[in-house]
């Protein structure tokens, strides 16, 4: 609406929700391409992958994808050179953060365990955090909660978790899956009475995490809108360069850090853009 843009008169979405499928999204792809839509765009990442195979010229705006030039999506950041554009995310500088910033908060901390979707574009996330574990001097229990029986994956994760005496949880950058699962996540945290961090998205902290950092999820939106709003009116995607976040948001629940028995340092409150009483 900003933008000038009214749905039915000035423009027309097409949204479609795949419900984790891989499949219905090829079928969705497939289906834009045949109409056609004028672009296409996604901040789910086997999504994205079902636009990339299904059109070579359709412009696709990616929202939030992970390091667009290590996968080869395109050519640079600055000029991406086919079809492709959008906001890319360097979800290990990121995800490493977060840990870091769990340590800070909670020193005693010496056993983590780290959720994650099973996607191979977080694998150099993984990687970097593993790097940043030993530096901390922290232990990672790695944990795969896949999209096929995610929530009988993730009950086996948490047996896992407390077999090995875990005593604090990650959550990395995951797919719908695992967002589906917040409320059971959640409660087990609480239930275990363990310190957690938790991506800007999800809504996890809202629902009792202990803390959240990441993009600022209005921030990315509105971005992405930018780049549909340019190439509708002209722009190459080939031209136009991919945009790295530069908001960021950390959420402090205080009342999930009192239950925990649990002092927020003062550094980590100050640089805090929630706080949720």
Not at 194 to 206: L, M, T
Request: charged fraction near 20%; aromatic fraction near 6%.
């Amino acid at each position: 609406m900003d933008l000038g843009y009214i749905d039915g008169k000035t423009m027309q979405y097409e949204l479609r929700w795949g419900e984790g499928s891989l499949q219905r999204f090829e079928e969705y792809a497939a289906e834009f391409v045949r109409m056609p839509v004028d672009v296409m765009a996604s901040s789910h990442f086997d999504a994205q992958s079902a636009m990339r195979r299904a059109t070579s010229t359709i412009p696709i705006v990616l929202i939030q994808f992970p390091d667009p030039v290590g996968t080869g999506w395109v050519q640079s950041l600055s000029r991406p050179g086919g079809n492709i554009t959008g906001s890319g995310v360097q979800p290990a500088a990121t995800t490493t953060k977060r840990l870091e910033m769990l340590k800070e908060t909670v020193p005693p901390v010496s056993r983590v365990a780290v959720l994650w979707d099973g996607t191979a574009a977080r694998q150099p996330t993984l990687r970097a955090l593993d790097e940043a574990g030993r530096s901390l001097g922290l232990e990672l229990v790695t944990l795969e909660v896949g999209a096929a029986g995610a929530a009988a994956a993730l009950t086996r994760a948490f047996d896992t978790a407390t077999a090995r005496g875990t005593d604090a949880l990650l959550l990395l950058p995951s797919q719908i899956h695992i967002v589906q699962l917040r409320k059971e996540i959640v409660d087990y945290v609480t239930a275990r009475r363990i310190p957690s961090s938790f991506p800007s998205f999800g809504g996890y902290v809202e629902a009792g995490g202990l803390m959240a950092y990441g993009e600022n999820a209005i921030d990315v939106f509105r971005r992405t809108a930018s780049f549909v709003d340019r190439i509708l009116k002209g722009a190459n995607p080939a031209e136009l360069p991919i945009e790295q976040p530069t908001k960021f948001d950390l959420v402090i629940n205080l009342k999930t850090a009192r239950e925990l028995g649990l002092v927020i340092p003062q550094a980590i409150l100050s640089r805090a853009t929630q706080v949720i009483q």
